[in-house]
């Protein structure tokens, strides 16, 4: 720089010359801070002095006018030295804010998604670890047992701690103080503490760490925690900053609970409803049903005993006999209605096989299940194709349908396609809308293809295995 100053010298004035090493001083701000643009200051008018002023450096300097100069050069350069730098951590700040802004509108879009827990768990804790430049962060769940289970984790260096793993928090841990004050803490050092979670972080040469509680329903849930190898801490508030991110993770949580909680209490409702339903169709059968069948059968005795010459007496009792086998014939066709006796006694195959038969149009039905399925299911499945059937009779003017139920990996899955119209609408009746429900009851989808003129499809799955119901990840 004083080279180039040299070689200058004799075609610029001397505040030229100041400028150009003013600016040195805003650019040495910049990058290395305040303190070396200070010493540069002082050094620049060192050797200003030095080499342009009195090159024998014998101060004071007579000139005051030069004296001047220099001194207002020096205050400037330290003045700009000091706003450059400040307005450098400024700009570093609103970038840091920025990117925290950006990773939180990440996490709470996958939240808003409704997507499995353990899928934020891990966003959060990626985020978390890169936002905050951390050797590694974990996020931990809290067990009844006083232990804590790894849910997610984010590594620069290789862990052992692997999620899903159990650990119990004897020692010093940021878990650990977390679960025992409930707010965010900070941990500077693992220097001579006890614990397997603190020899393994000496191990991993971490220094220091920090961590912030998950609070669902105002329990800890569990921490977040950020370590970093650095000897440079994590910057102040860091742990507070991170409850903007374990708030998302407890809204997820709390939202995945709801979930599990209102599809369990829906399968609930439909689980006693056909409970009920059943029993109404044994009662039927038992009772009204079976009184029916006796009477039938007396008033068949009393026919054969009466004397022919009493004619008309025996045509009344041929009447009330007809009448009887009747209403015994409506009474079933309700039973069946209310709950098929066929689908609890002989199972899916048979019950829809009926369905199939009683159906004004021929009915192609192809099953590949094999054996009796979950109860839920195979009154979800009858009461799909059931309705199906109907519908198609009711409104499509259909000539032919086609039914598939097919057990696949996960799920039974019911296809009922008609010929007919299409126009099919959940909006416009209960039928479909009750077929809907049915099956979201049981964590299962609907789906209905109906465009005008051209037929319609009504698709449903119905999974053996509830998801799962608890927020763990
Ligand atoms: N297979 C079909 N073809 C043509 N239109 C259909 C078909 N299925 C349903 N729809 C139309 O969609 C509407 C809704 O059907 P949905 O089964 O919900 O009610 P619904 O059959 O009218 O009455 P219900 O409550 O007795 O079932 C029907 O009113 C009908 O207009
Ligand atoms: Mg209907």
């Given at each position: 720089m004083t080279g180039i100053a040299k070689l200058l010298e004799p075609h610029v004035q001397p505040v030229s010359l100041l400028t150009l090493y003013l600016l040195v001083v805003l650019l040495i701000a910049v990058v290395w801070g305040t303190a070396l643009a200070v010493v540069t200051s002082v050094l620049s008018v060192a050797v200003y002095v030095t080499l342009f002023v009195d090159p024998a450096f014998?101060?004071?300097?007579?000139?005051t006018q030069t004296a001047v100069a220099l001194g207002v050069f020096l205050i400037t350069a330290v003045v700009v030295g000091t706003l450059a730098s400040r307005l450098q951590r400024a700009a570093q700040t609103a970038e840091r804010l920025t990117e925290e802004q950006s990773a939180l509108r990440r996490v709470a879009t996958l939240v808003a998604k409704a997507g499995p827990p353990s899928a934020v768990f891990q966003a959060v804790t990626s985020e978390v670890g890169k936002l905050y430049d951390a050797d590694l962060a974990r996020m931990e769940r809290y067990e009844t047992d006083g232990t804590v289970t790894g849910v997610a984790a984010f590594s620069r260096v290789p862990v052992h701690?692997?999620?899903g793993q159990r650990f119990a928090l004897d020692g010093l841990s940021v878990a650990r103080e977390v679960r025992e004050t409930g707010r965010p803490v900070r941990l500077e050092t693992f220097r001579g503490a006890e614990g397997a979670i603190a020899r393994e972080a000496r191990g991993l040469g971490i220094r220091s760490s920090v961590g912030c509680p998950i609070l669902v329903a105002g329990r800890v849930w569990g921490v977040i925690a950020a370590s970093t190898?650095?000897?440079?801490?994590?910057?102040?508030?860091t742990e507070t900053r991170l409850a903007s991110f374990t708030e998302l993770v407890a809204t997820a949580i709390g939202n995945a609970e709801s979930r599990a909680e209102l599809r369990a209490s829906r399968a609930r409702i439909v689980a006693t409803a056909d409970r009920t339903r059943r029993r109404i169709e044994r009662d039927l059968h038992d009772g009204a049903q079976q009184r029916l069948v006796s009477l039938a059968l007396q008033v068949r005795a009393v026919q054969a005993l009466v004397?022919?010459?009493l004619g008309e007496a025996a045509q009344e009792l041929e009447n009330i006999a007809s009448g009887l086998s009747a209403a015994l014939d409506e009474l079933r066709e309700t039973a069946r209605g209310i709950h098929p006796a066929i689908l609890a006694e002989g199972g899916l195959v048979p019950a829809l096989k009926a369905l199939a038969r009683r159906s004004p149009y021929p009915v192609q039905l192809t099953v590949r299940a094999n054996g009796r399925l979950p109860e839920p299911i195979e009154i979800g499945a009858y009461y799909v194709v059931a309705e199906a059937l109907t519908n198609a009779a009711k409104h499509a003017r259909a000539s032919s349908v086609t039914v598939v139920v097919e057990a696949r990996d996960d799920a039974l899955h019911v296809a009922v396609e008609d010929d007919g119209d299409g126009g099919a609408d959940f909006t416009a009746g209960t039928g479909l809308t009750g077929i809907r429900d049915r099956v979201e009851a049981l964590g299962g989808r609907v789906s209905l293809h109906s465009p005008p003129a051209d037929g319609t499809r009504l698709e449903a799955d119905l999974p053996f295995a509830q998801q799962t119901t608890s927020a763990a990840g």
């Open positions: 014998a101060l004071p300097i007579a000139d701690l692997a999620v190898k650095s000897d440079q801490p994590f910057p102040p508030n004397p022919r010459e």
